[in-house]
């Protein structure tokens, strides 16, 4: 286990949600902080909770590369590099493949997946010349699509592949590279989409067992530490979400699909009535950052 004193750590979605709890956790542990959000408001609260000299700070959209590769640049003018760096800056899309509103899916491929490049492609030179550690966070979806989140799903999956190819990229540079998959953690994307979408909450209660439960940030938090540490290839929050990388070929099948079809024709029927209704496929936080 590499201990994280003294490590400088790049967070984007880093003023709320796990990428907050990851932060509050590494810094006491020694780290210092490097935080992007979208969000400034949110984002000057959370990073002046902090010794100044211990964290740097922008409003970052992670659509644009240059936003990133400044902050980028100013923690390696500050801190010297980038050690780690964790592309955790995400949101839902919802709405099926039929009626979601096209602006909004792309919206959400630009977050999810772009994002996740742009932000690995500011801070990789310095964690390059450190021999440091790329966190992706995926998702259970990147395992068990849902109905409903097609953009989402998609999104999730591309990011665990971009994160496999890039490992095998940079390995010979001593960089190692890992995942982090969730099932609902009790984030601002979860708790804003059951608000305002009744079928998100539907098709969160209606799962069996464990799937329907929702897990605080901060025991997500504690696990995301616990494999940065380790410089883990797979973070899993909860540890039964790391079952379902082996399950993932039989749900694709005759024996699986069944248990994803469940429910999801009247979760869907509704699910489009509401964005409908509302006018809008994303969260109306989420519409209103990115009309600022």
């Excluded at 310095?126 to 995926?138: A, F, M």
Aim: overall charge positive; some cysteine.
């Amino acid at each position: 286990m590499s201990s994280v004193n003294g490590k400088v750590v790049f967070i984007t979605g880093g003023a709320s949600g796990v990428g907050a709890e990851v932060a509050r956790r590494l810094y006491d542990k020694g780290a210092n902080l490097v935080l992007a959000d979208l969000d400034k408001e949110r984002l000057d609260r959370f990073a002046t909770s902090f010794e100044q000299r211990r964290v740097v700070y922008a409003p970052a959209d992670v659509r644009d590369l240059s936003s990133l590769q400044r902050l980028a640049d100013q923690a390696v003018e500050q801190f010297g590099g980038i050690d780690i760096v964790i592309a955790n800056a995400g949101i839902g899309v919802y709405g099926s493949v039929l009626n979601v509103d096209p602006a909004a899916f792309k919206t959400g491929i630009d977050v999810n997946v772009l994002g996740v490049f742009n932000t690995v492609r500011a801070a990789l030179p310095s964690v390059i010349d450190r021999r440091g550690y790329v966190l992706v966070v995926s998702s259970l979806a990147a395992y068990a699509p849902i109905a409903g989140s097609a953009c989402y799903s998609l999104a999730k999956a591309g990011v665990e592949h971009f994160a496999n190819a890039l490992r095998l990229e940079v390995a010979h540079h001593g960089v190692d590279v890992g995942t982090a998959h969730m099932s609902w953690i009790d984030t601002p994307l979860v708790r804003d989409g059951t608000a305002e979408f009744s079928s998100m909450r539907a098709a969160i209660e209606e799962l069996p067992g464990p799937l329907s439960k929702i897990t605080s940030v901060q025991a997500c938090g504690a696990a995301f530490v616990r494999g940065i540490e380790r410089r883990r290839l797979h973070i899993n929050c909860p540890r039964w979400v790391g079952l379902f990388r082996w399950l993932k070929p039989i749900l694709s099948t005759r024996v699986g699909l069944p248990l994803l079809l469940k429910g999801a024709d009247q979760r869907l029927a509704l699910m489009d009535a509401e964005t409908a209704q509302a006018g809008r496929s994303l969260n109306a936080r989420i519409v209103e950052l990115d009309g600022r």
